[in-house]
């Protein structure tokens, strides 16, 4: 079965700080895609990774792929009240499906 | 274009009462798949659907649960028999092609309330 990880699961921080989030996993795969969820609301697609070592920026948001394509991180600088949300890593399994991990909430203070 | 669309937004139902949610893909979009989520967790897959086709259900539960995608008409995800453990999100997501080429869009969800 594959599985991801995400950490933390719970983020707090004030205005203007950074974080990372992580996403990992013991299994190979093609692909990895972020998400972000606003309460009440499906979850959006942030980016989709597919080179292992591969870098993706989005404005303050910076997406790495592992270069054994079975990780990903999530960075963003200088975070802002907006950013608050639940950030989701997902992974295309082996049959085809998408997979998630179980979510990072994120809570940027003023 | 509209996205995906999902309803009823909102659902209460009594415990042993029926559940049906229904979800249209985007337009063009052959392809659909229904999640679960429970509060501030990740999305758990349930059933992967190709117009008339079921591909994968290795994520619905054995008994109670029945998904089916016409060939007209919405995407359905039946809950018999409800029971206060079913309460949860449910998300519907549509792609063009299969996930592990495209994009997957979601829509809003169905929030089920089991009394």
């Known amino acids: 079965t594959q599985l991801l990880e995400q950490s933390p699961q719970f983020l707090s921080i004030q205005e203007g700080e950074n974080l990372t989030v992580y996403c990992n996993s013991s299994s190979v795969f093609s692909s990895l895609q972020w998400y972000r969820q606003e309460p009440g609301e499906g979850p959006v697609l942030l980016v989709t990774v597919v080179t292992g070592g591969e870098v993706k920026k989005l404005k303050r948001l910076t997406f790495q792929f592992g270069d054994a394509r079975k990780d990903s991180s999530l960075h963003i600088t200088a975070a802002q009240p907006g950013d608050t949300g639940l950030y989701l890593c997902a992974g295309t399994s082996n049959t085809g499906k998408l997979i998630f991990g179980q979510g990072t909430t994120l809570q940027v203070k003023p | 274009n509209a996205g995906v669309m999902q309803n009823p937004r909102h659902l209460v139902r009594r415990r042993g009462q029926e559940a049906r949610l229904r979800c249209s893909p985007m337009k063009g979009h052959s392809h659909v798949y229904w999640y679960r989520q429970l509060p501030e967790e990740g999305l758990k897959f349930m059933v992967y659907?190709?117009?008339?086709?079921?591909?994968?259900e290795s994520g619905m539960p054995k008994e109670r649960f029945s998904a089916e995608f016409p060939k007209e008409g919405p995407s359905i995800l039946r809950i018999q028999q409800v029971v206060r453990g079913d309460s949860a999100a449910y998300f519907c997501a549509s792609s063009l092609s299969p996930a592990y080429t495209g994009e997957l869009f979601f829509g809003e969800g169905s929030r089920l309330t089991v009394l």
């Open positions: 659907l190709q117009k008339e086709n079921i591909i994968d």
